[in-house]
């Protein structure tokens, strides 16, 4: 089981860029790296998903290095409504097993 | 469509109670999952089904069941409820282990 770590938490101002660092040592060959955030009292909502190198929707944009043991969310010029926790997930289809870690997250929070 | 709906939004329990829980799609998706996510937490896998007829146990299984008799309701049962398994339910859909997850808007479970 492909386990994530991520920051706790951390503050950004509005307008700046936010880069969420996700460690995945253990990333399998067939593991696909998906970020989700969740609102307080909501369920995860997806946000991007990607294999390796550079994946940008409208959104946020997903940096896979070439060795994939970790990957890095960017979210351009924040405002106060991106206050939220994120969650790395590294996993997928392994023997028709859906193994996915949502671990603790990093929580987010935008300042004025 | 409806997406991933779940009954009851919220309930509570007494102990050594038993009580289902809902989940339907209408996306006809293949994979169905159930998370609980306790306060400050993330969320961990209990049980999920790679389709009709197919499940299997995730992280937390203990003290719940499921079914999947149709492609569109994966129901989780508390066999005797206990005051450990209060926290906030979530189902999610999928179409398939690699692609993004829908989640419903969750069932806050209270057992005293």
């Known amino acids: 089981l492909a386990k994530t770590t991520q920051p706790i938490s951390m503050d950004s101002y509005e307008g700046q860029e936010v880069n969420i660092t996700c460690s995945h040592n253990n990333i399998a060959t067939n593991d696909y790296i998906t970020w989700y955030q969740q609102f307080p009292s909501q369920g995860p909502r997806f946000i991007i998903q990607?294999?390796?190198t550079k994946v940008t929707n409208e959104v946020a944009s997903l940096f896979i290095p070439a060795d994939r043991k970790s990957s890095t969310l960017s979210l351009p010029r924040v405002s106060l409504s991106d206050t939220a926790v994120y969650y790395c997930?590294?996993?997928?289809?392994?023997?028709?097993?859906?193994?996915?870690?949502f671990g603790t997250g990093t929580r987010l929070t935008v300042i004025p | 469509n409806a997406g991933v709906t779940q009954t009851p939004k919220f309930q509570v329990l007494k102990t050594g109670q038993s009580m289902t829980l809902q989940c339907a799609q209408d996306?006809?998706?293949?994979?169905m999952s159930w998370y609980r996510q306790d306060p400050g937490m993330g969320l961990r896998l209990i049980h999920y089904?790679?389709?009709?007829?197919?499940?299997d146990q995730g992280e937390v299984p203990n003290g719940y069941n499921v079914s999947r008799s149709t492609t569109e309701d994966f129901p989780l049962r508390l066999l005797s409820a206990a005051p450990s398994q209060t926290s906030v339910y979530f189902c999610?859909?999928?179409?398939?282990?690699?692609?993004?997850?829908?989640f419903g808007p969750g069932t806050r479970l209270t057992v005293t």
């Open positions: 996306m006809n998706h293949e994979y």
């Open positions: 999610a859909s999928s179409y398939d282990g690699n692609h993004e997850q829908y």
């Open positions: 990607g294999y390796k």
């Open positions: 089904s790679v389709g009709a007829g197919i499940t």
């Open positions: 997930l590294v996993g997928g289809q392994r023997t028709g097993a859906n193994n996915l870690f």
